[in-house]
């Protein structure tokens, strides 16, 4: 192998000072929300929804490479690049949506968010969820059976994993898989198309968070809370929800990220979860280099 075709090692150090990152709504904004929903949870019949926060700058990223950082020091369970002239979209989500072989279904959700510390002498942090942490995942569980019901054979759906907890980045979550099997007037499409956008990126019941979002939120979300997965001819479907992602256009580069508002959250809160969400994104990001 030649010299010049020979791997270089990363350079995994934060970058983000060199990208002017910068909200695109700011905390009373974004407040103003928190506080719209509070007062018309019970009216509009909605458990709770993922208001979200733009971070955005003018310089272009390089994919690639900013890809390749964030696979190094923010694994997650979905990877994924795409990329086109003029665009790419990239990302390290746990939120899968569904994955299918042979007609069955798992679909996973996660509700809370929580910050894990590190802790002296190796010692085990302990994290005993709040009550408000348990809303906000009841919420998204909920939300994860009504979607898959209609599409379910009868009978065989069901929870295999509940309230498990996992961390990425030094953020714990409370997650939840279910089991089904693909009813016989459905198909994978069925599926992805009940579950999108997912629960745990909009809020349930669906079309009521949906609505409130498009009146809540003045910056549109672009590919957040979108879709990125596969149909293999084979039976087998993957996808997940673009979440934990990044995209970058000719204008710039952007990364979005949201929280899940229940009656009992608290606004700067929620909004300091939304902006972390973003940080290995933003450490990870490389400029491209003209």
């Given at each position: 192998m030649c010299e010049s075709a020979k791997g270089q090692p990363l350079d995994l150090s934060p970058q983000e000072a060199q990208f002017e990152w910068a909200a695109a709504i700011s905390e009373e904004e974004f407040a103003n929300g928190v506080t719209s929903f509070q007062e018309r949870a019970s009216e509009l019949g909605l458990g709770g929804v993922v208001l979200s926060v733009r971070m955005s700058s003018r310089h272009v990223s390089d994919a690639i490479m900013s890809y390749r950082v964030l696979r190094a020091i923010n694994p997650s369970t979905c990877m994924f690049l795409l990329q086109r002239p003029g665009f790419a979209l990239w990302g390290s989500t746990s939120l899968s949506l569904a994955e299918i072989h042979n007609r069955r279904i798992v679909a996973e959700t996660d509700g809370a968010t929580h910050p894990i510390p590190d802790m002296p002498n190796g010692?085990?942090?302990?994290?005993?969820?709040?009550?408000?942490?348990?809303?906000?995942?009841?919420?998204?569980?909920?939300?994860?059976?009504?979607?898959?019901?209609?599409?379910?054979?009868?009978?065989?759906?069901?929870?295999?994993?509940?309230?498990?907890?996992?961390?990425?980045?030094?953020?714990?979550?409370?997650?939840?898989?279910?089991?089904?099997?693909?009813?016989?007037?459905?198909?994978?499409?069925?599926?992805?198309?009940?579950?999108?956008?997912?629960?745990?990126?909009?809020?349930?019941?669906?079309?009521?968070?949906?609505?409130?979002?498009?009146?809540?939120?003045?910056?549109?979300?672009?590919?957040?809370?979108?879709?990125?997965?596969?149909?293999?001819?084979?039976?087998?479907?993957?996808?997940?929800?673009?979440?934990?992602?990044?995209?970058?256009?000719?204008?710039?580069?952007?990364?979005?990220?949201?929280?899940?508002?229940?009656?009992?959250?608290?606004?700067?809160?929620?909004?300091?979860?939304?902006?972390?969400?973003?940080?290995?994104?933003?450490?990870?990001?490389?400029?491209?280099?003209?």
């Open positions: 010692d085990e942090y302990v994290w005993n969820p709040t009550a408000k942490e348990i809303s906000e995942y009841d919420v998204v569980a909920e939300a994860l059976w009504e979607d898959l019901a209609p599409i379910s054979m009868p009978g065989t759906q069901r929870f295999t994993r509940e309230l498990e907890q996992r961390i990425f980045f030094g953020l714990g979550h409370l997650f939840a898989e279910m089991r089904s099997v693909i009813a016989d007037e459905h198909d994978e499409i069925s599926v992805v198309e009940a579950l999108a956008p997912h629960g745990a990126a909009v809020g349930h019941p669906r079309p009521a968070a949906l609505a409130l979002i498009s009146e809540l939120e003045v910056v549109p979300r672009g590919p957040f809370a979108g879709v990125v997965g596969m149909f293999g001819t084979d039976g087998v479907t993957d996808a997940c929800s673009v979440t934990r992602s990044m995209w970058t256009t000719l204008g710039g580069s952007f990364v979005h990220a949201g929280a899940k508002v229940v009656p009992a959250s608290v606004a700067r809160e929620e909004y300091d979860e939304s902006v972390l969400k973003t940080l290995a994104l933003r450490q990870s990001a490389r400029p491209l280099k003209m």
